[in-house]
């Protein structure tokens, strides 16, 4: 079955985050995420223990963190506390790292780097030992709690990783027709794990906006294309161009510049150059039924998990409006033609 996430940027001040939190687990929401930049936006880990004492239900995480401005066995340490405090609801979202590092002006990690962070990680945050640096280490007083780790990742090495050593990949993008690029490399790399990629949970992680005026629903996502041009311009730099799809790389060939300080935000002035036909492969934004038909088309193409970066005006609204008129088609149990998986 579907199950539906929502990520909020934690902005000052912080006990709106929780009330969102709130709002999710009230509305149906099974997941509640957090951008994890911790110069751009508020210390994540004080924020997570807030959320896990006012709910009961939602699974909680940094959506996503990185191995080199949190060290993993800070992260492994946090998590292993945090499963004490929400009774084992905490995962990790992880990746190479973006604008944590790049506002400090510090490149993302090496491949190897998050492999190694990512077993660090789970043995450590479970209670068992692990070799860091030359050293075994473990957290005798963890709870051994199993903590799940989705690896976030646009390139084929990245999602060759995930299919060997995560629990779920992470896809920024909600373009059913980059989905099967996507999650071809996963399945690569779960084989050569000795692995089903049907092991391992697809999150498309991307902003949903329900509103019958197109036009306005556009304007509050806008700002998501800009964001994935970051990870794509990386891409073009390290893979020759017929290794990546035409689809995922060409838009960024308008880019003319990115304003960090503008992260995520709506009516950022670096968004100006995103076409609306880009916006509309990207996002997921229409009324109910286009907003539901493309979940459908989403899922059909092998997400598990539909994460909604709810960044946009009144993102408890919207919320209310998946509670109420999206999540409960899943939750009923209605039959999903499901496309053959890569």
Request: with cysteine; hydrophobic share 40%.
């Amino acid at each position: 079955m579907l199950s539906f996430g929502v990520t909020f940027q934690p902005d000052p001040p912080l006990r709106r985050t929780v009330e969102l939190a709130r709002v999710a687990e009230a509305t149906g929401h099974d997941y509640v995420w957090l951008w994890d930049s911790h110069v751009l936006w508020q210390e994540v880990y004080p924020i997570f223990a807030l959320i896990a004492t006012e709910t009961d239900r939602v699974r909680i995480g940094p959506c996503v963190t990185n191995p080199a401005t949190r060290h993993p066995t800070v992260t492994a340490s946090a998590i292993a506390t945090l499963n004490e405090l929400s009774g084992g609801r905490m995962e990790v979202g992880i990746g190479r790292g973006d604008s944590a590092q790049r506002v400090i002006g510090r490149h993302p990690v090496s491949l190897d780097d998050l492999r190694r962070a990512c077993q660090v990680i789970r043995e450590l945050a479970a209670g068992r030992a692990v070799e860091v640096d030359g050293a075994t280490v473990r957290l005798a007083w963890s709870p051994g709690h199993e903590v799940r780790i989705w690896i976030a990742g646009y390139g084929p090495r990245a999602l060759r990783l995930a299919g060997e050593v995560a629990d779920g990949v992470i896809l920024q993008l909600a373009d059913p027709d980059l989905i099967p690029w996507f999650l071809g490399h996963v399945e690569e790399g779960a084989r050569r794990a000795g692995r089903r990629r049907s092991e391992i949970e697809v999150q498309v992680a991307a902003p949903a906006y329900v509103a019958s005026d197109r036009t306005r629903a556009r304007d509050q996502v806008r700002w998501f294309p800009a964001l994935v041009s970051n990870h794509v311009i990386d891409l073009v730099r390290r893979y020759a161009p017929e290794q990546l799809p035409a689809e995922l790389t060409e838009y960024v060939r308008r880019r003319d510049h990115y304003d960090y300080a503008e992260h995520g935000r709506v009516g950022a002035r670096h968004t100006s150059w995103v076409s609306d036909e880009v916006v509309d492969r990207f996002c997921v934004i229409g009324s109910v039924d286009e907003v539901r038909a493309k979940l459908r088309r989403l899922e059909a193409m092998g997400m598990t998990q539909f994460n909604n970066y709810d960044m946009g005006e009144d993102p408890a609204g919207q919320m209310r409006i998946f509670g109420s008129e999206l999540i409960p088609a899943w939750r009923e149990g209605a039959p999903v033609l499901r496309a053959e998986a890569p």
